[in-house]
């Protein structure tokens, strides 16, 4: 396994269009993790799911923003309607219990709103 | 609630020289601490993790950091900053009974002057 993936790593897109990023975590790992980060910030927790069940959502993820992980394995992040203020770097991470926390991340998946 | 405080924003340290980067933490639980680095252009990395075993705790690269319970911190250190050592670094608090609670500093970005 070649570790976690994200596709698009870049997304250029006009304001009001929705966008979707894919996730593919490490096969093993049960436990996904979408962030965001912003220039000069460190990540903020979005949404968590362990297998298929999306067990936490941040106040940051507004209802314009969906997750899902059908099937426990690829996990998708849409977000609707696009603002310039949703222009960032998308992270996933994957992770399995007993490793105390500790995240394997993606290269990320940089949105630009225009 | 849990929160993490990275006290410098930017660090600037000649090759060769000793690396400080500093590292507060709150929590209500005894939590794992971790930093993590990111390089331009790629995925965050884990350096090491704290996870209530030895105190002092030794990572990749050289790097190695201590946690103090009493001064509640968890500071990153090197003997020796190298040209490579340049990126971002990020220090992470959770609590190990709660792995969907991963919070991240706002980041140390290190220089090193040649």
């Known amino acids: 396994d070649t570790g976690v993936s994200q596709d698009p790593r870049h997304k250029i897109t006009k304001r009001g269009q929705n966008v979707t990023f894919r996730c593919d975590p490490i096969?093993?790992?049960?436990?996904l993790y979408w962030y965001r980060q912003t220039l000069g910030q460190g990540p903020e927790f979005l949404t968590y799911?362990?297998?298929?069940?999306?067990?936490?959502k941040s106040r940051l993820l507004s209802d314009r923003f969906s997750a899902e992980r059908p099937k426990g394995s690829f996990s998708t992040l849409e977000i609707q309607r696009t603002e310039q203020g949703d222009s960032a770097m998308y992270l996933c991470?994957?992770?399995?219990?007993?490793?105390?926390?500790?995240?394997?991340f993606g290269e990320g998946s940089r949105l630009t709103v225009l | 609630a849990q929160s993490v405080t990275q006290l410098d924003s930017h660090v600037s340290v000649s090759e060769g020289t000793p690396v400080l980067l500093r590292c507060n933490y709150s929590?209500?639980?005894?939590?794992?601490l971790f930093w993590y680095v990111q390089h331009p252009n790629k995925g965050l990395q884990l350096l090491l993790k704290?996870?209530?075993?030895?105190?002092l705790v030794k990572g990749i690269n050289g790097f190695e950091a201590e946690f103090k319970k009493s001064e509640t911190s968890f500071h990153l250190t090197k003997p020796s900053a190298h040209m490579s050592d340049a990126a971002e670094y990020f220090c992470?608090?959770?609590?190990?009974?709660?792995?969907?609670?991963?919070?991240f500093g706002k980041g140390t970005r290190l220089h090193i002057l040649p």
């Open positions: 991470a994957s992770s399995s219990s007993g490793l105390l926390g500790e995240l394997f």
């Open positions: 096969s093993e790992h049960n436990r």
């Open positions: 799911f362990q297998n298929e069940a999306q067990l936490e």
């Open positions: 929590s209500s639980y005894s939590p794992s």
């Open positions: 704290y996870t209530s075993a030895a105190t």
């Open positions: 992470v608090v959770s609590d190990p009974n709660r792995d969907d609670k991963i919070i």
